[in-house]
Nanobody, 126 residues
Framework: QLQLVESGGGLVQPGGSLRLSCAASGSTLAAHSIGWFRRTPGNSRDGVPCIADNGNTDYADSVKGRFTISRDNGKNTVYLQMNSLKPEDTGVYYC????????????????????WGQGTQVTVSS
């Protein structure tokens, strides 16, 4: 079935930028909600942004105006552009996908997702 692989993480100074990619294989990402989640110190996964099949998006308040989620269905890939990074953005970022049977839903809760990538580390430090 669907497999996801994240890339693009790394070490960046505060105020810098990173672009994360989530490449899918095994199935098309069309008709899926895609979310990016950051693992917390308590090992929970907090939603960062999500994007629905039709492009509807939802952002956590902490990243609004700084992060942008987008999807390229032709490349079967979802991106997370991260600008003006802060130390509190540090963590392991996972992409996740959930098949949508109702178009337009952007799912912000980790429990809603069936398919997960392995994660990519983002460290923001001076």
């Amino acid at each position: 079935q669907l497999q996801l692989v994240e890339s693009g993480g790394g070490l960046v100074q505060p105020g810098g930028s990173l672009r994360l990619s989530c490449a899918a294989s095994g199935s098309t990402l069309a008709a899926h909600s895609i979310g990016w989640f950051r693992r917390t110190p308590g090992n929970s996964r907090d939603g960062v942004p999500c994007i629905a099949d039709n492009g509807n998006t939802d952002y956590a308040d902490s990243v609004k105006g700084r992060f942008t989620i987008s999807r390229d269905n032709g490349k079967n890939t979802v991106y997370l552009q991260m600008n003006s990074l802060k130390p509190e953005d540090t963590g392991v970022y996972y992409c996740a996908a959930q098949r949508l049977f109702v178009s337009g839903l952007c799912l912000p809760q980790s429990a809603k997702y069936d398919f997960w990538g392995q994660g990519t580390q983002v460290t923001v430090s001076s």
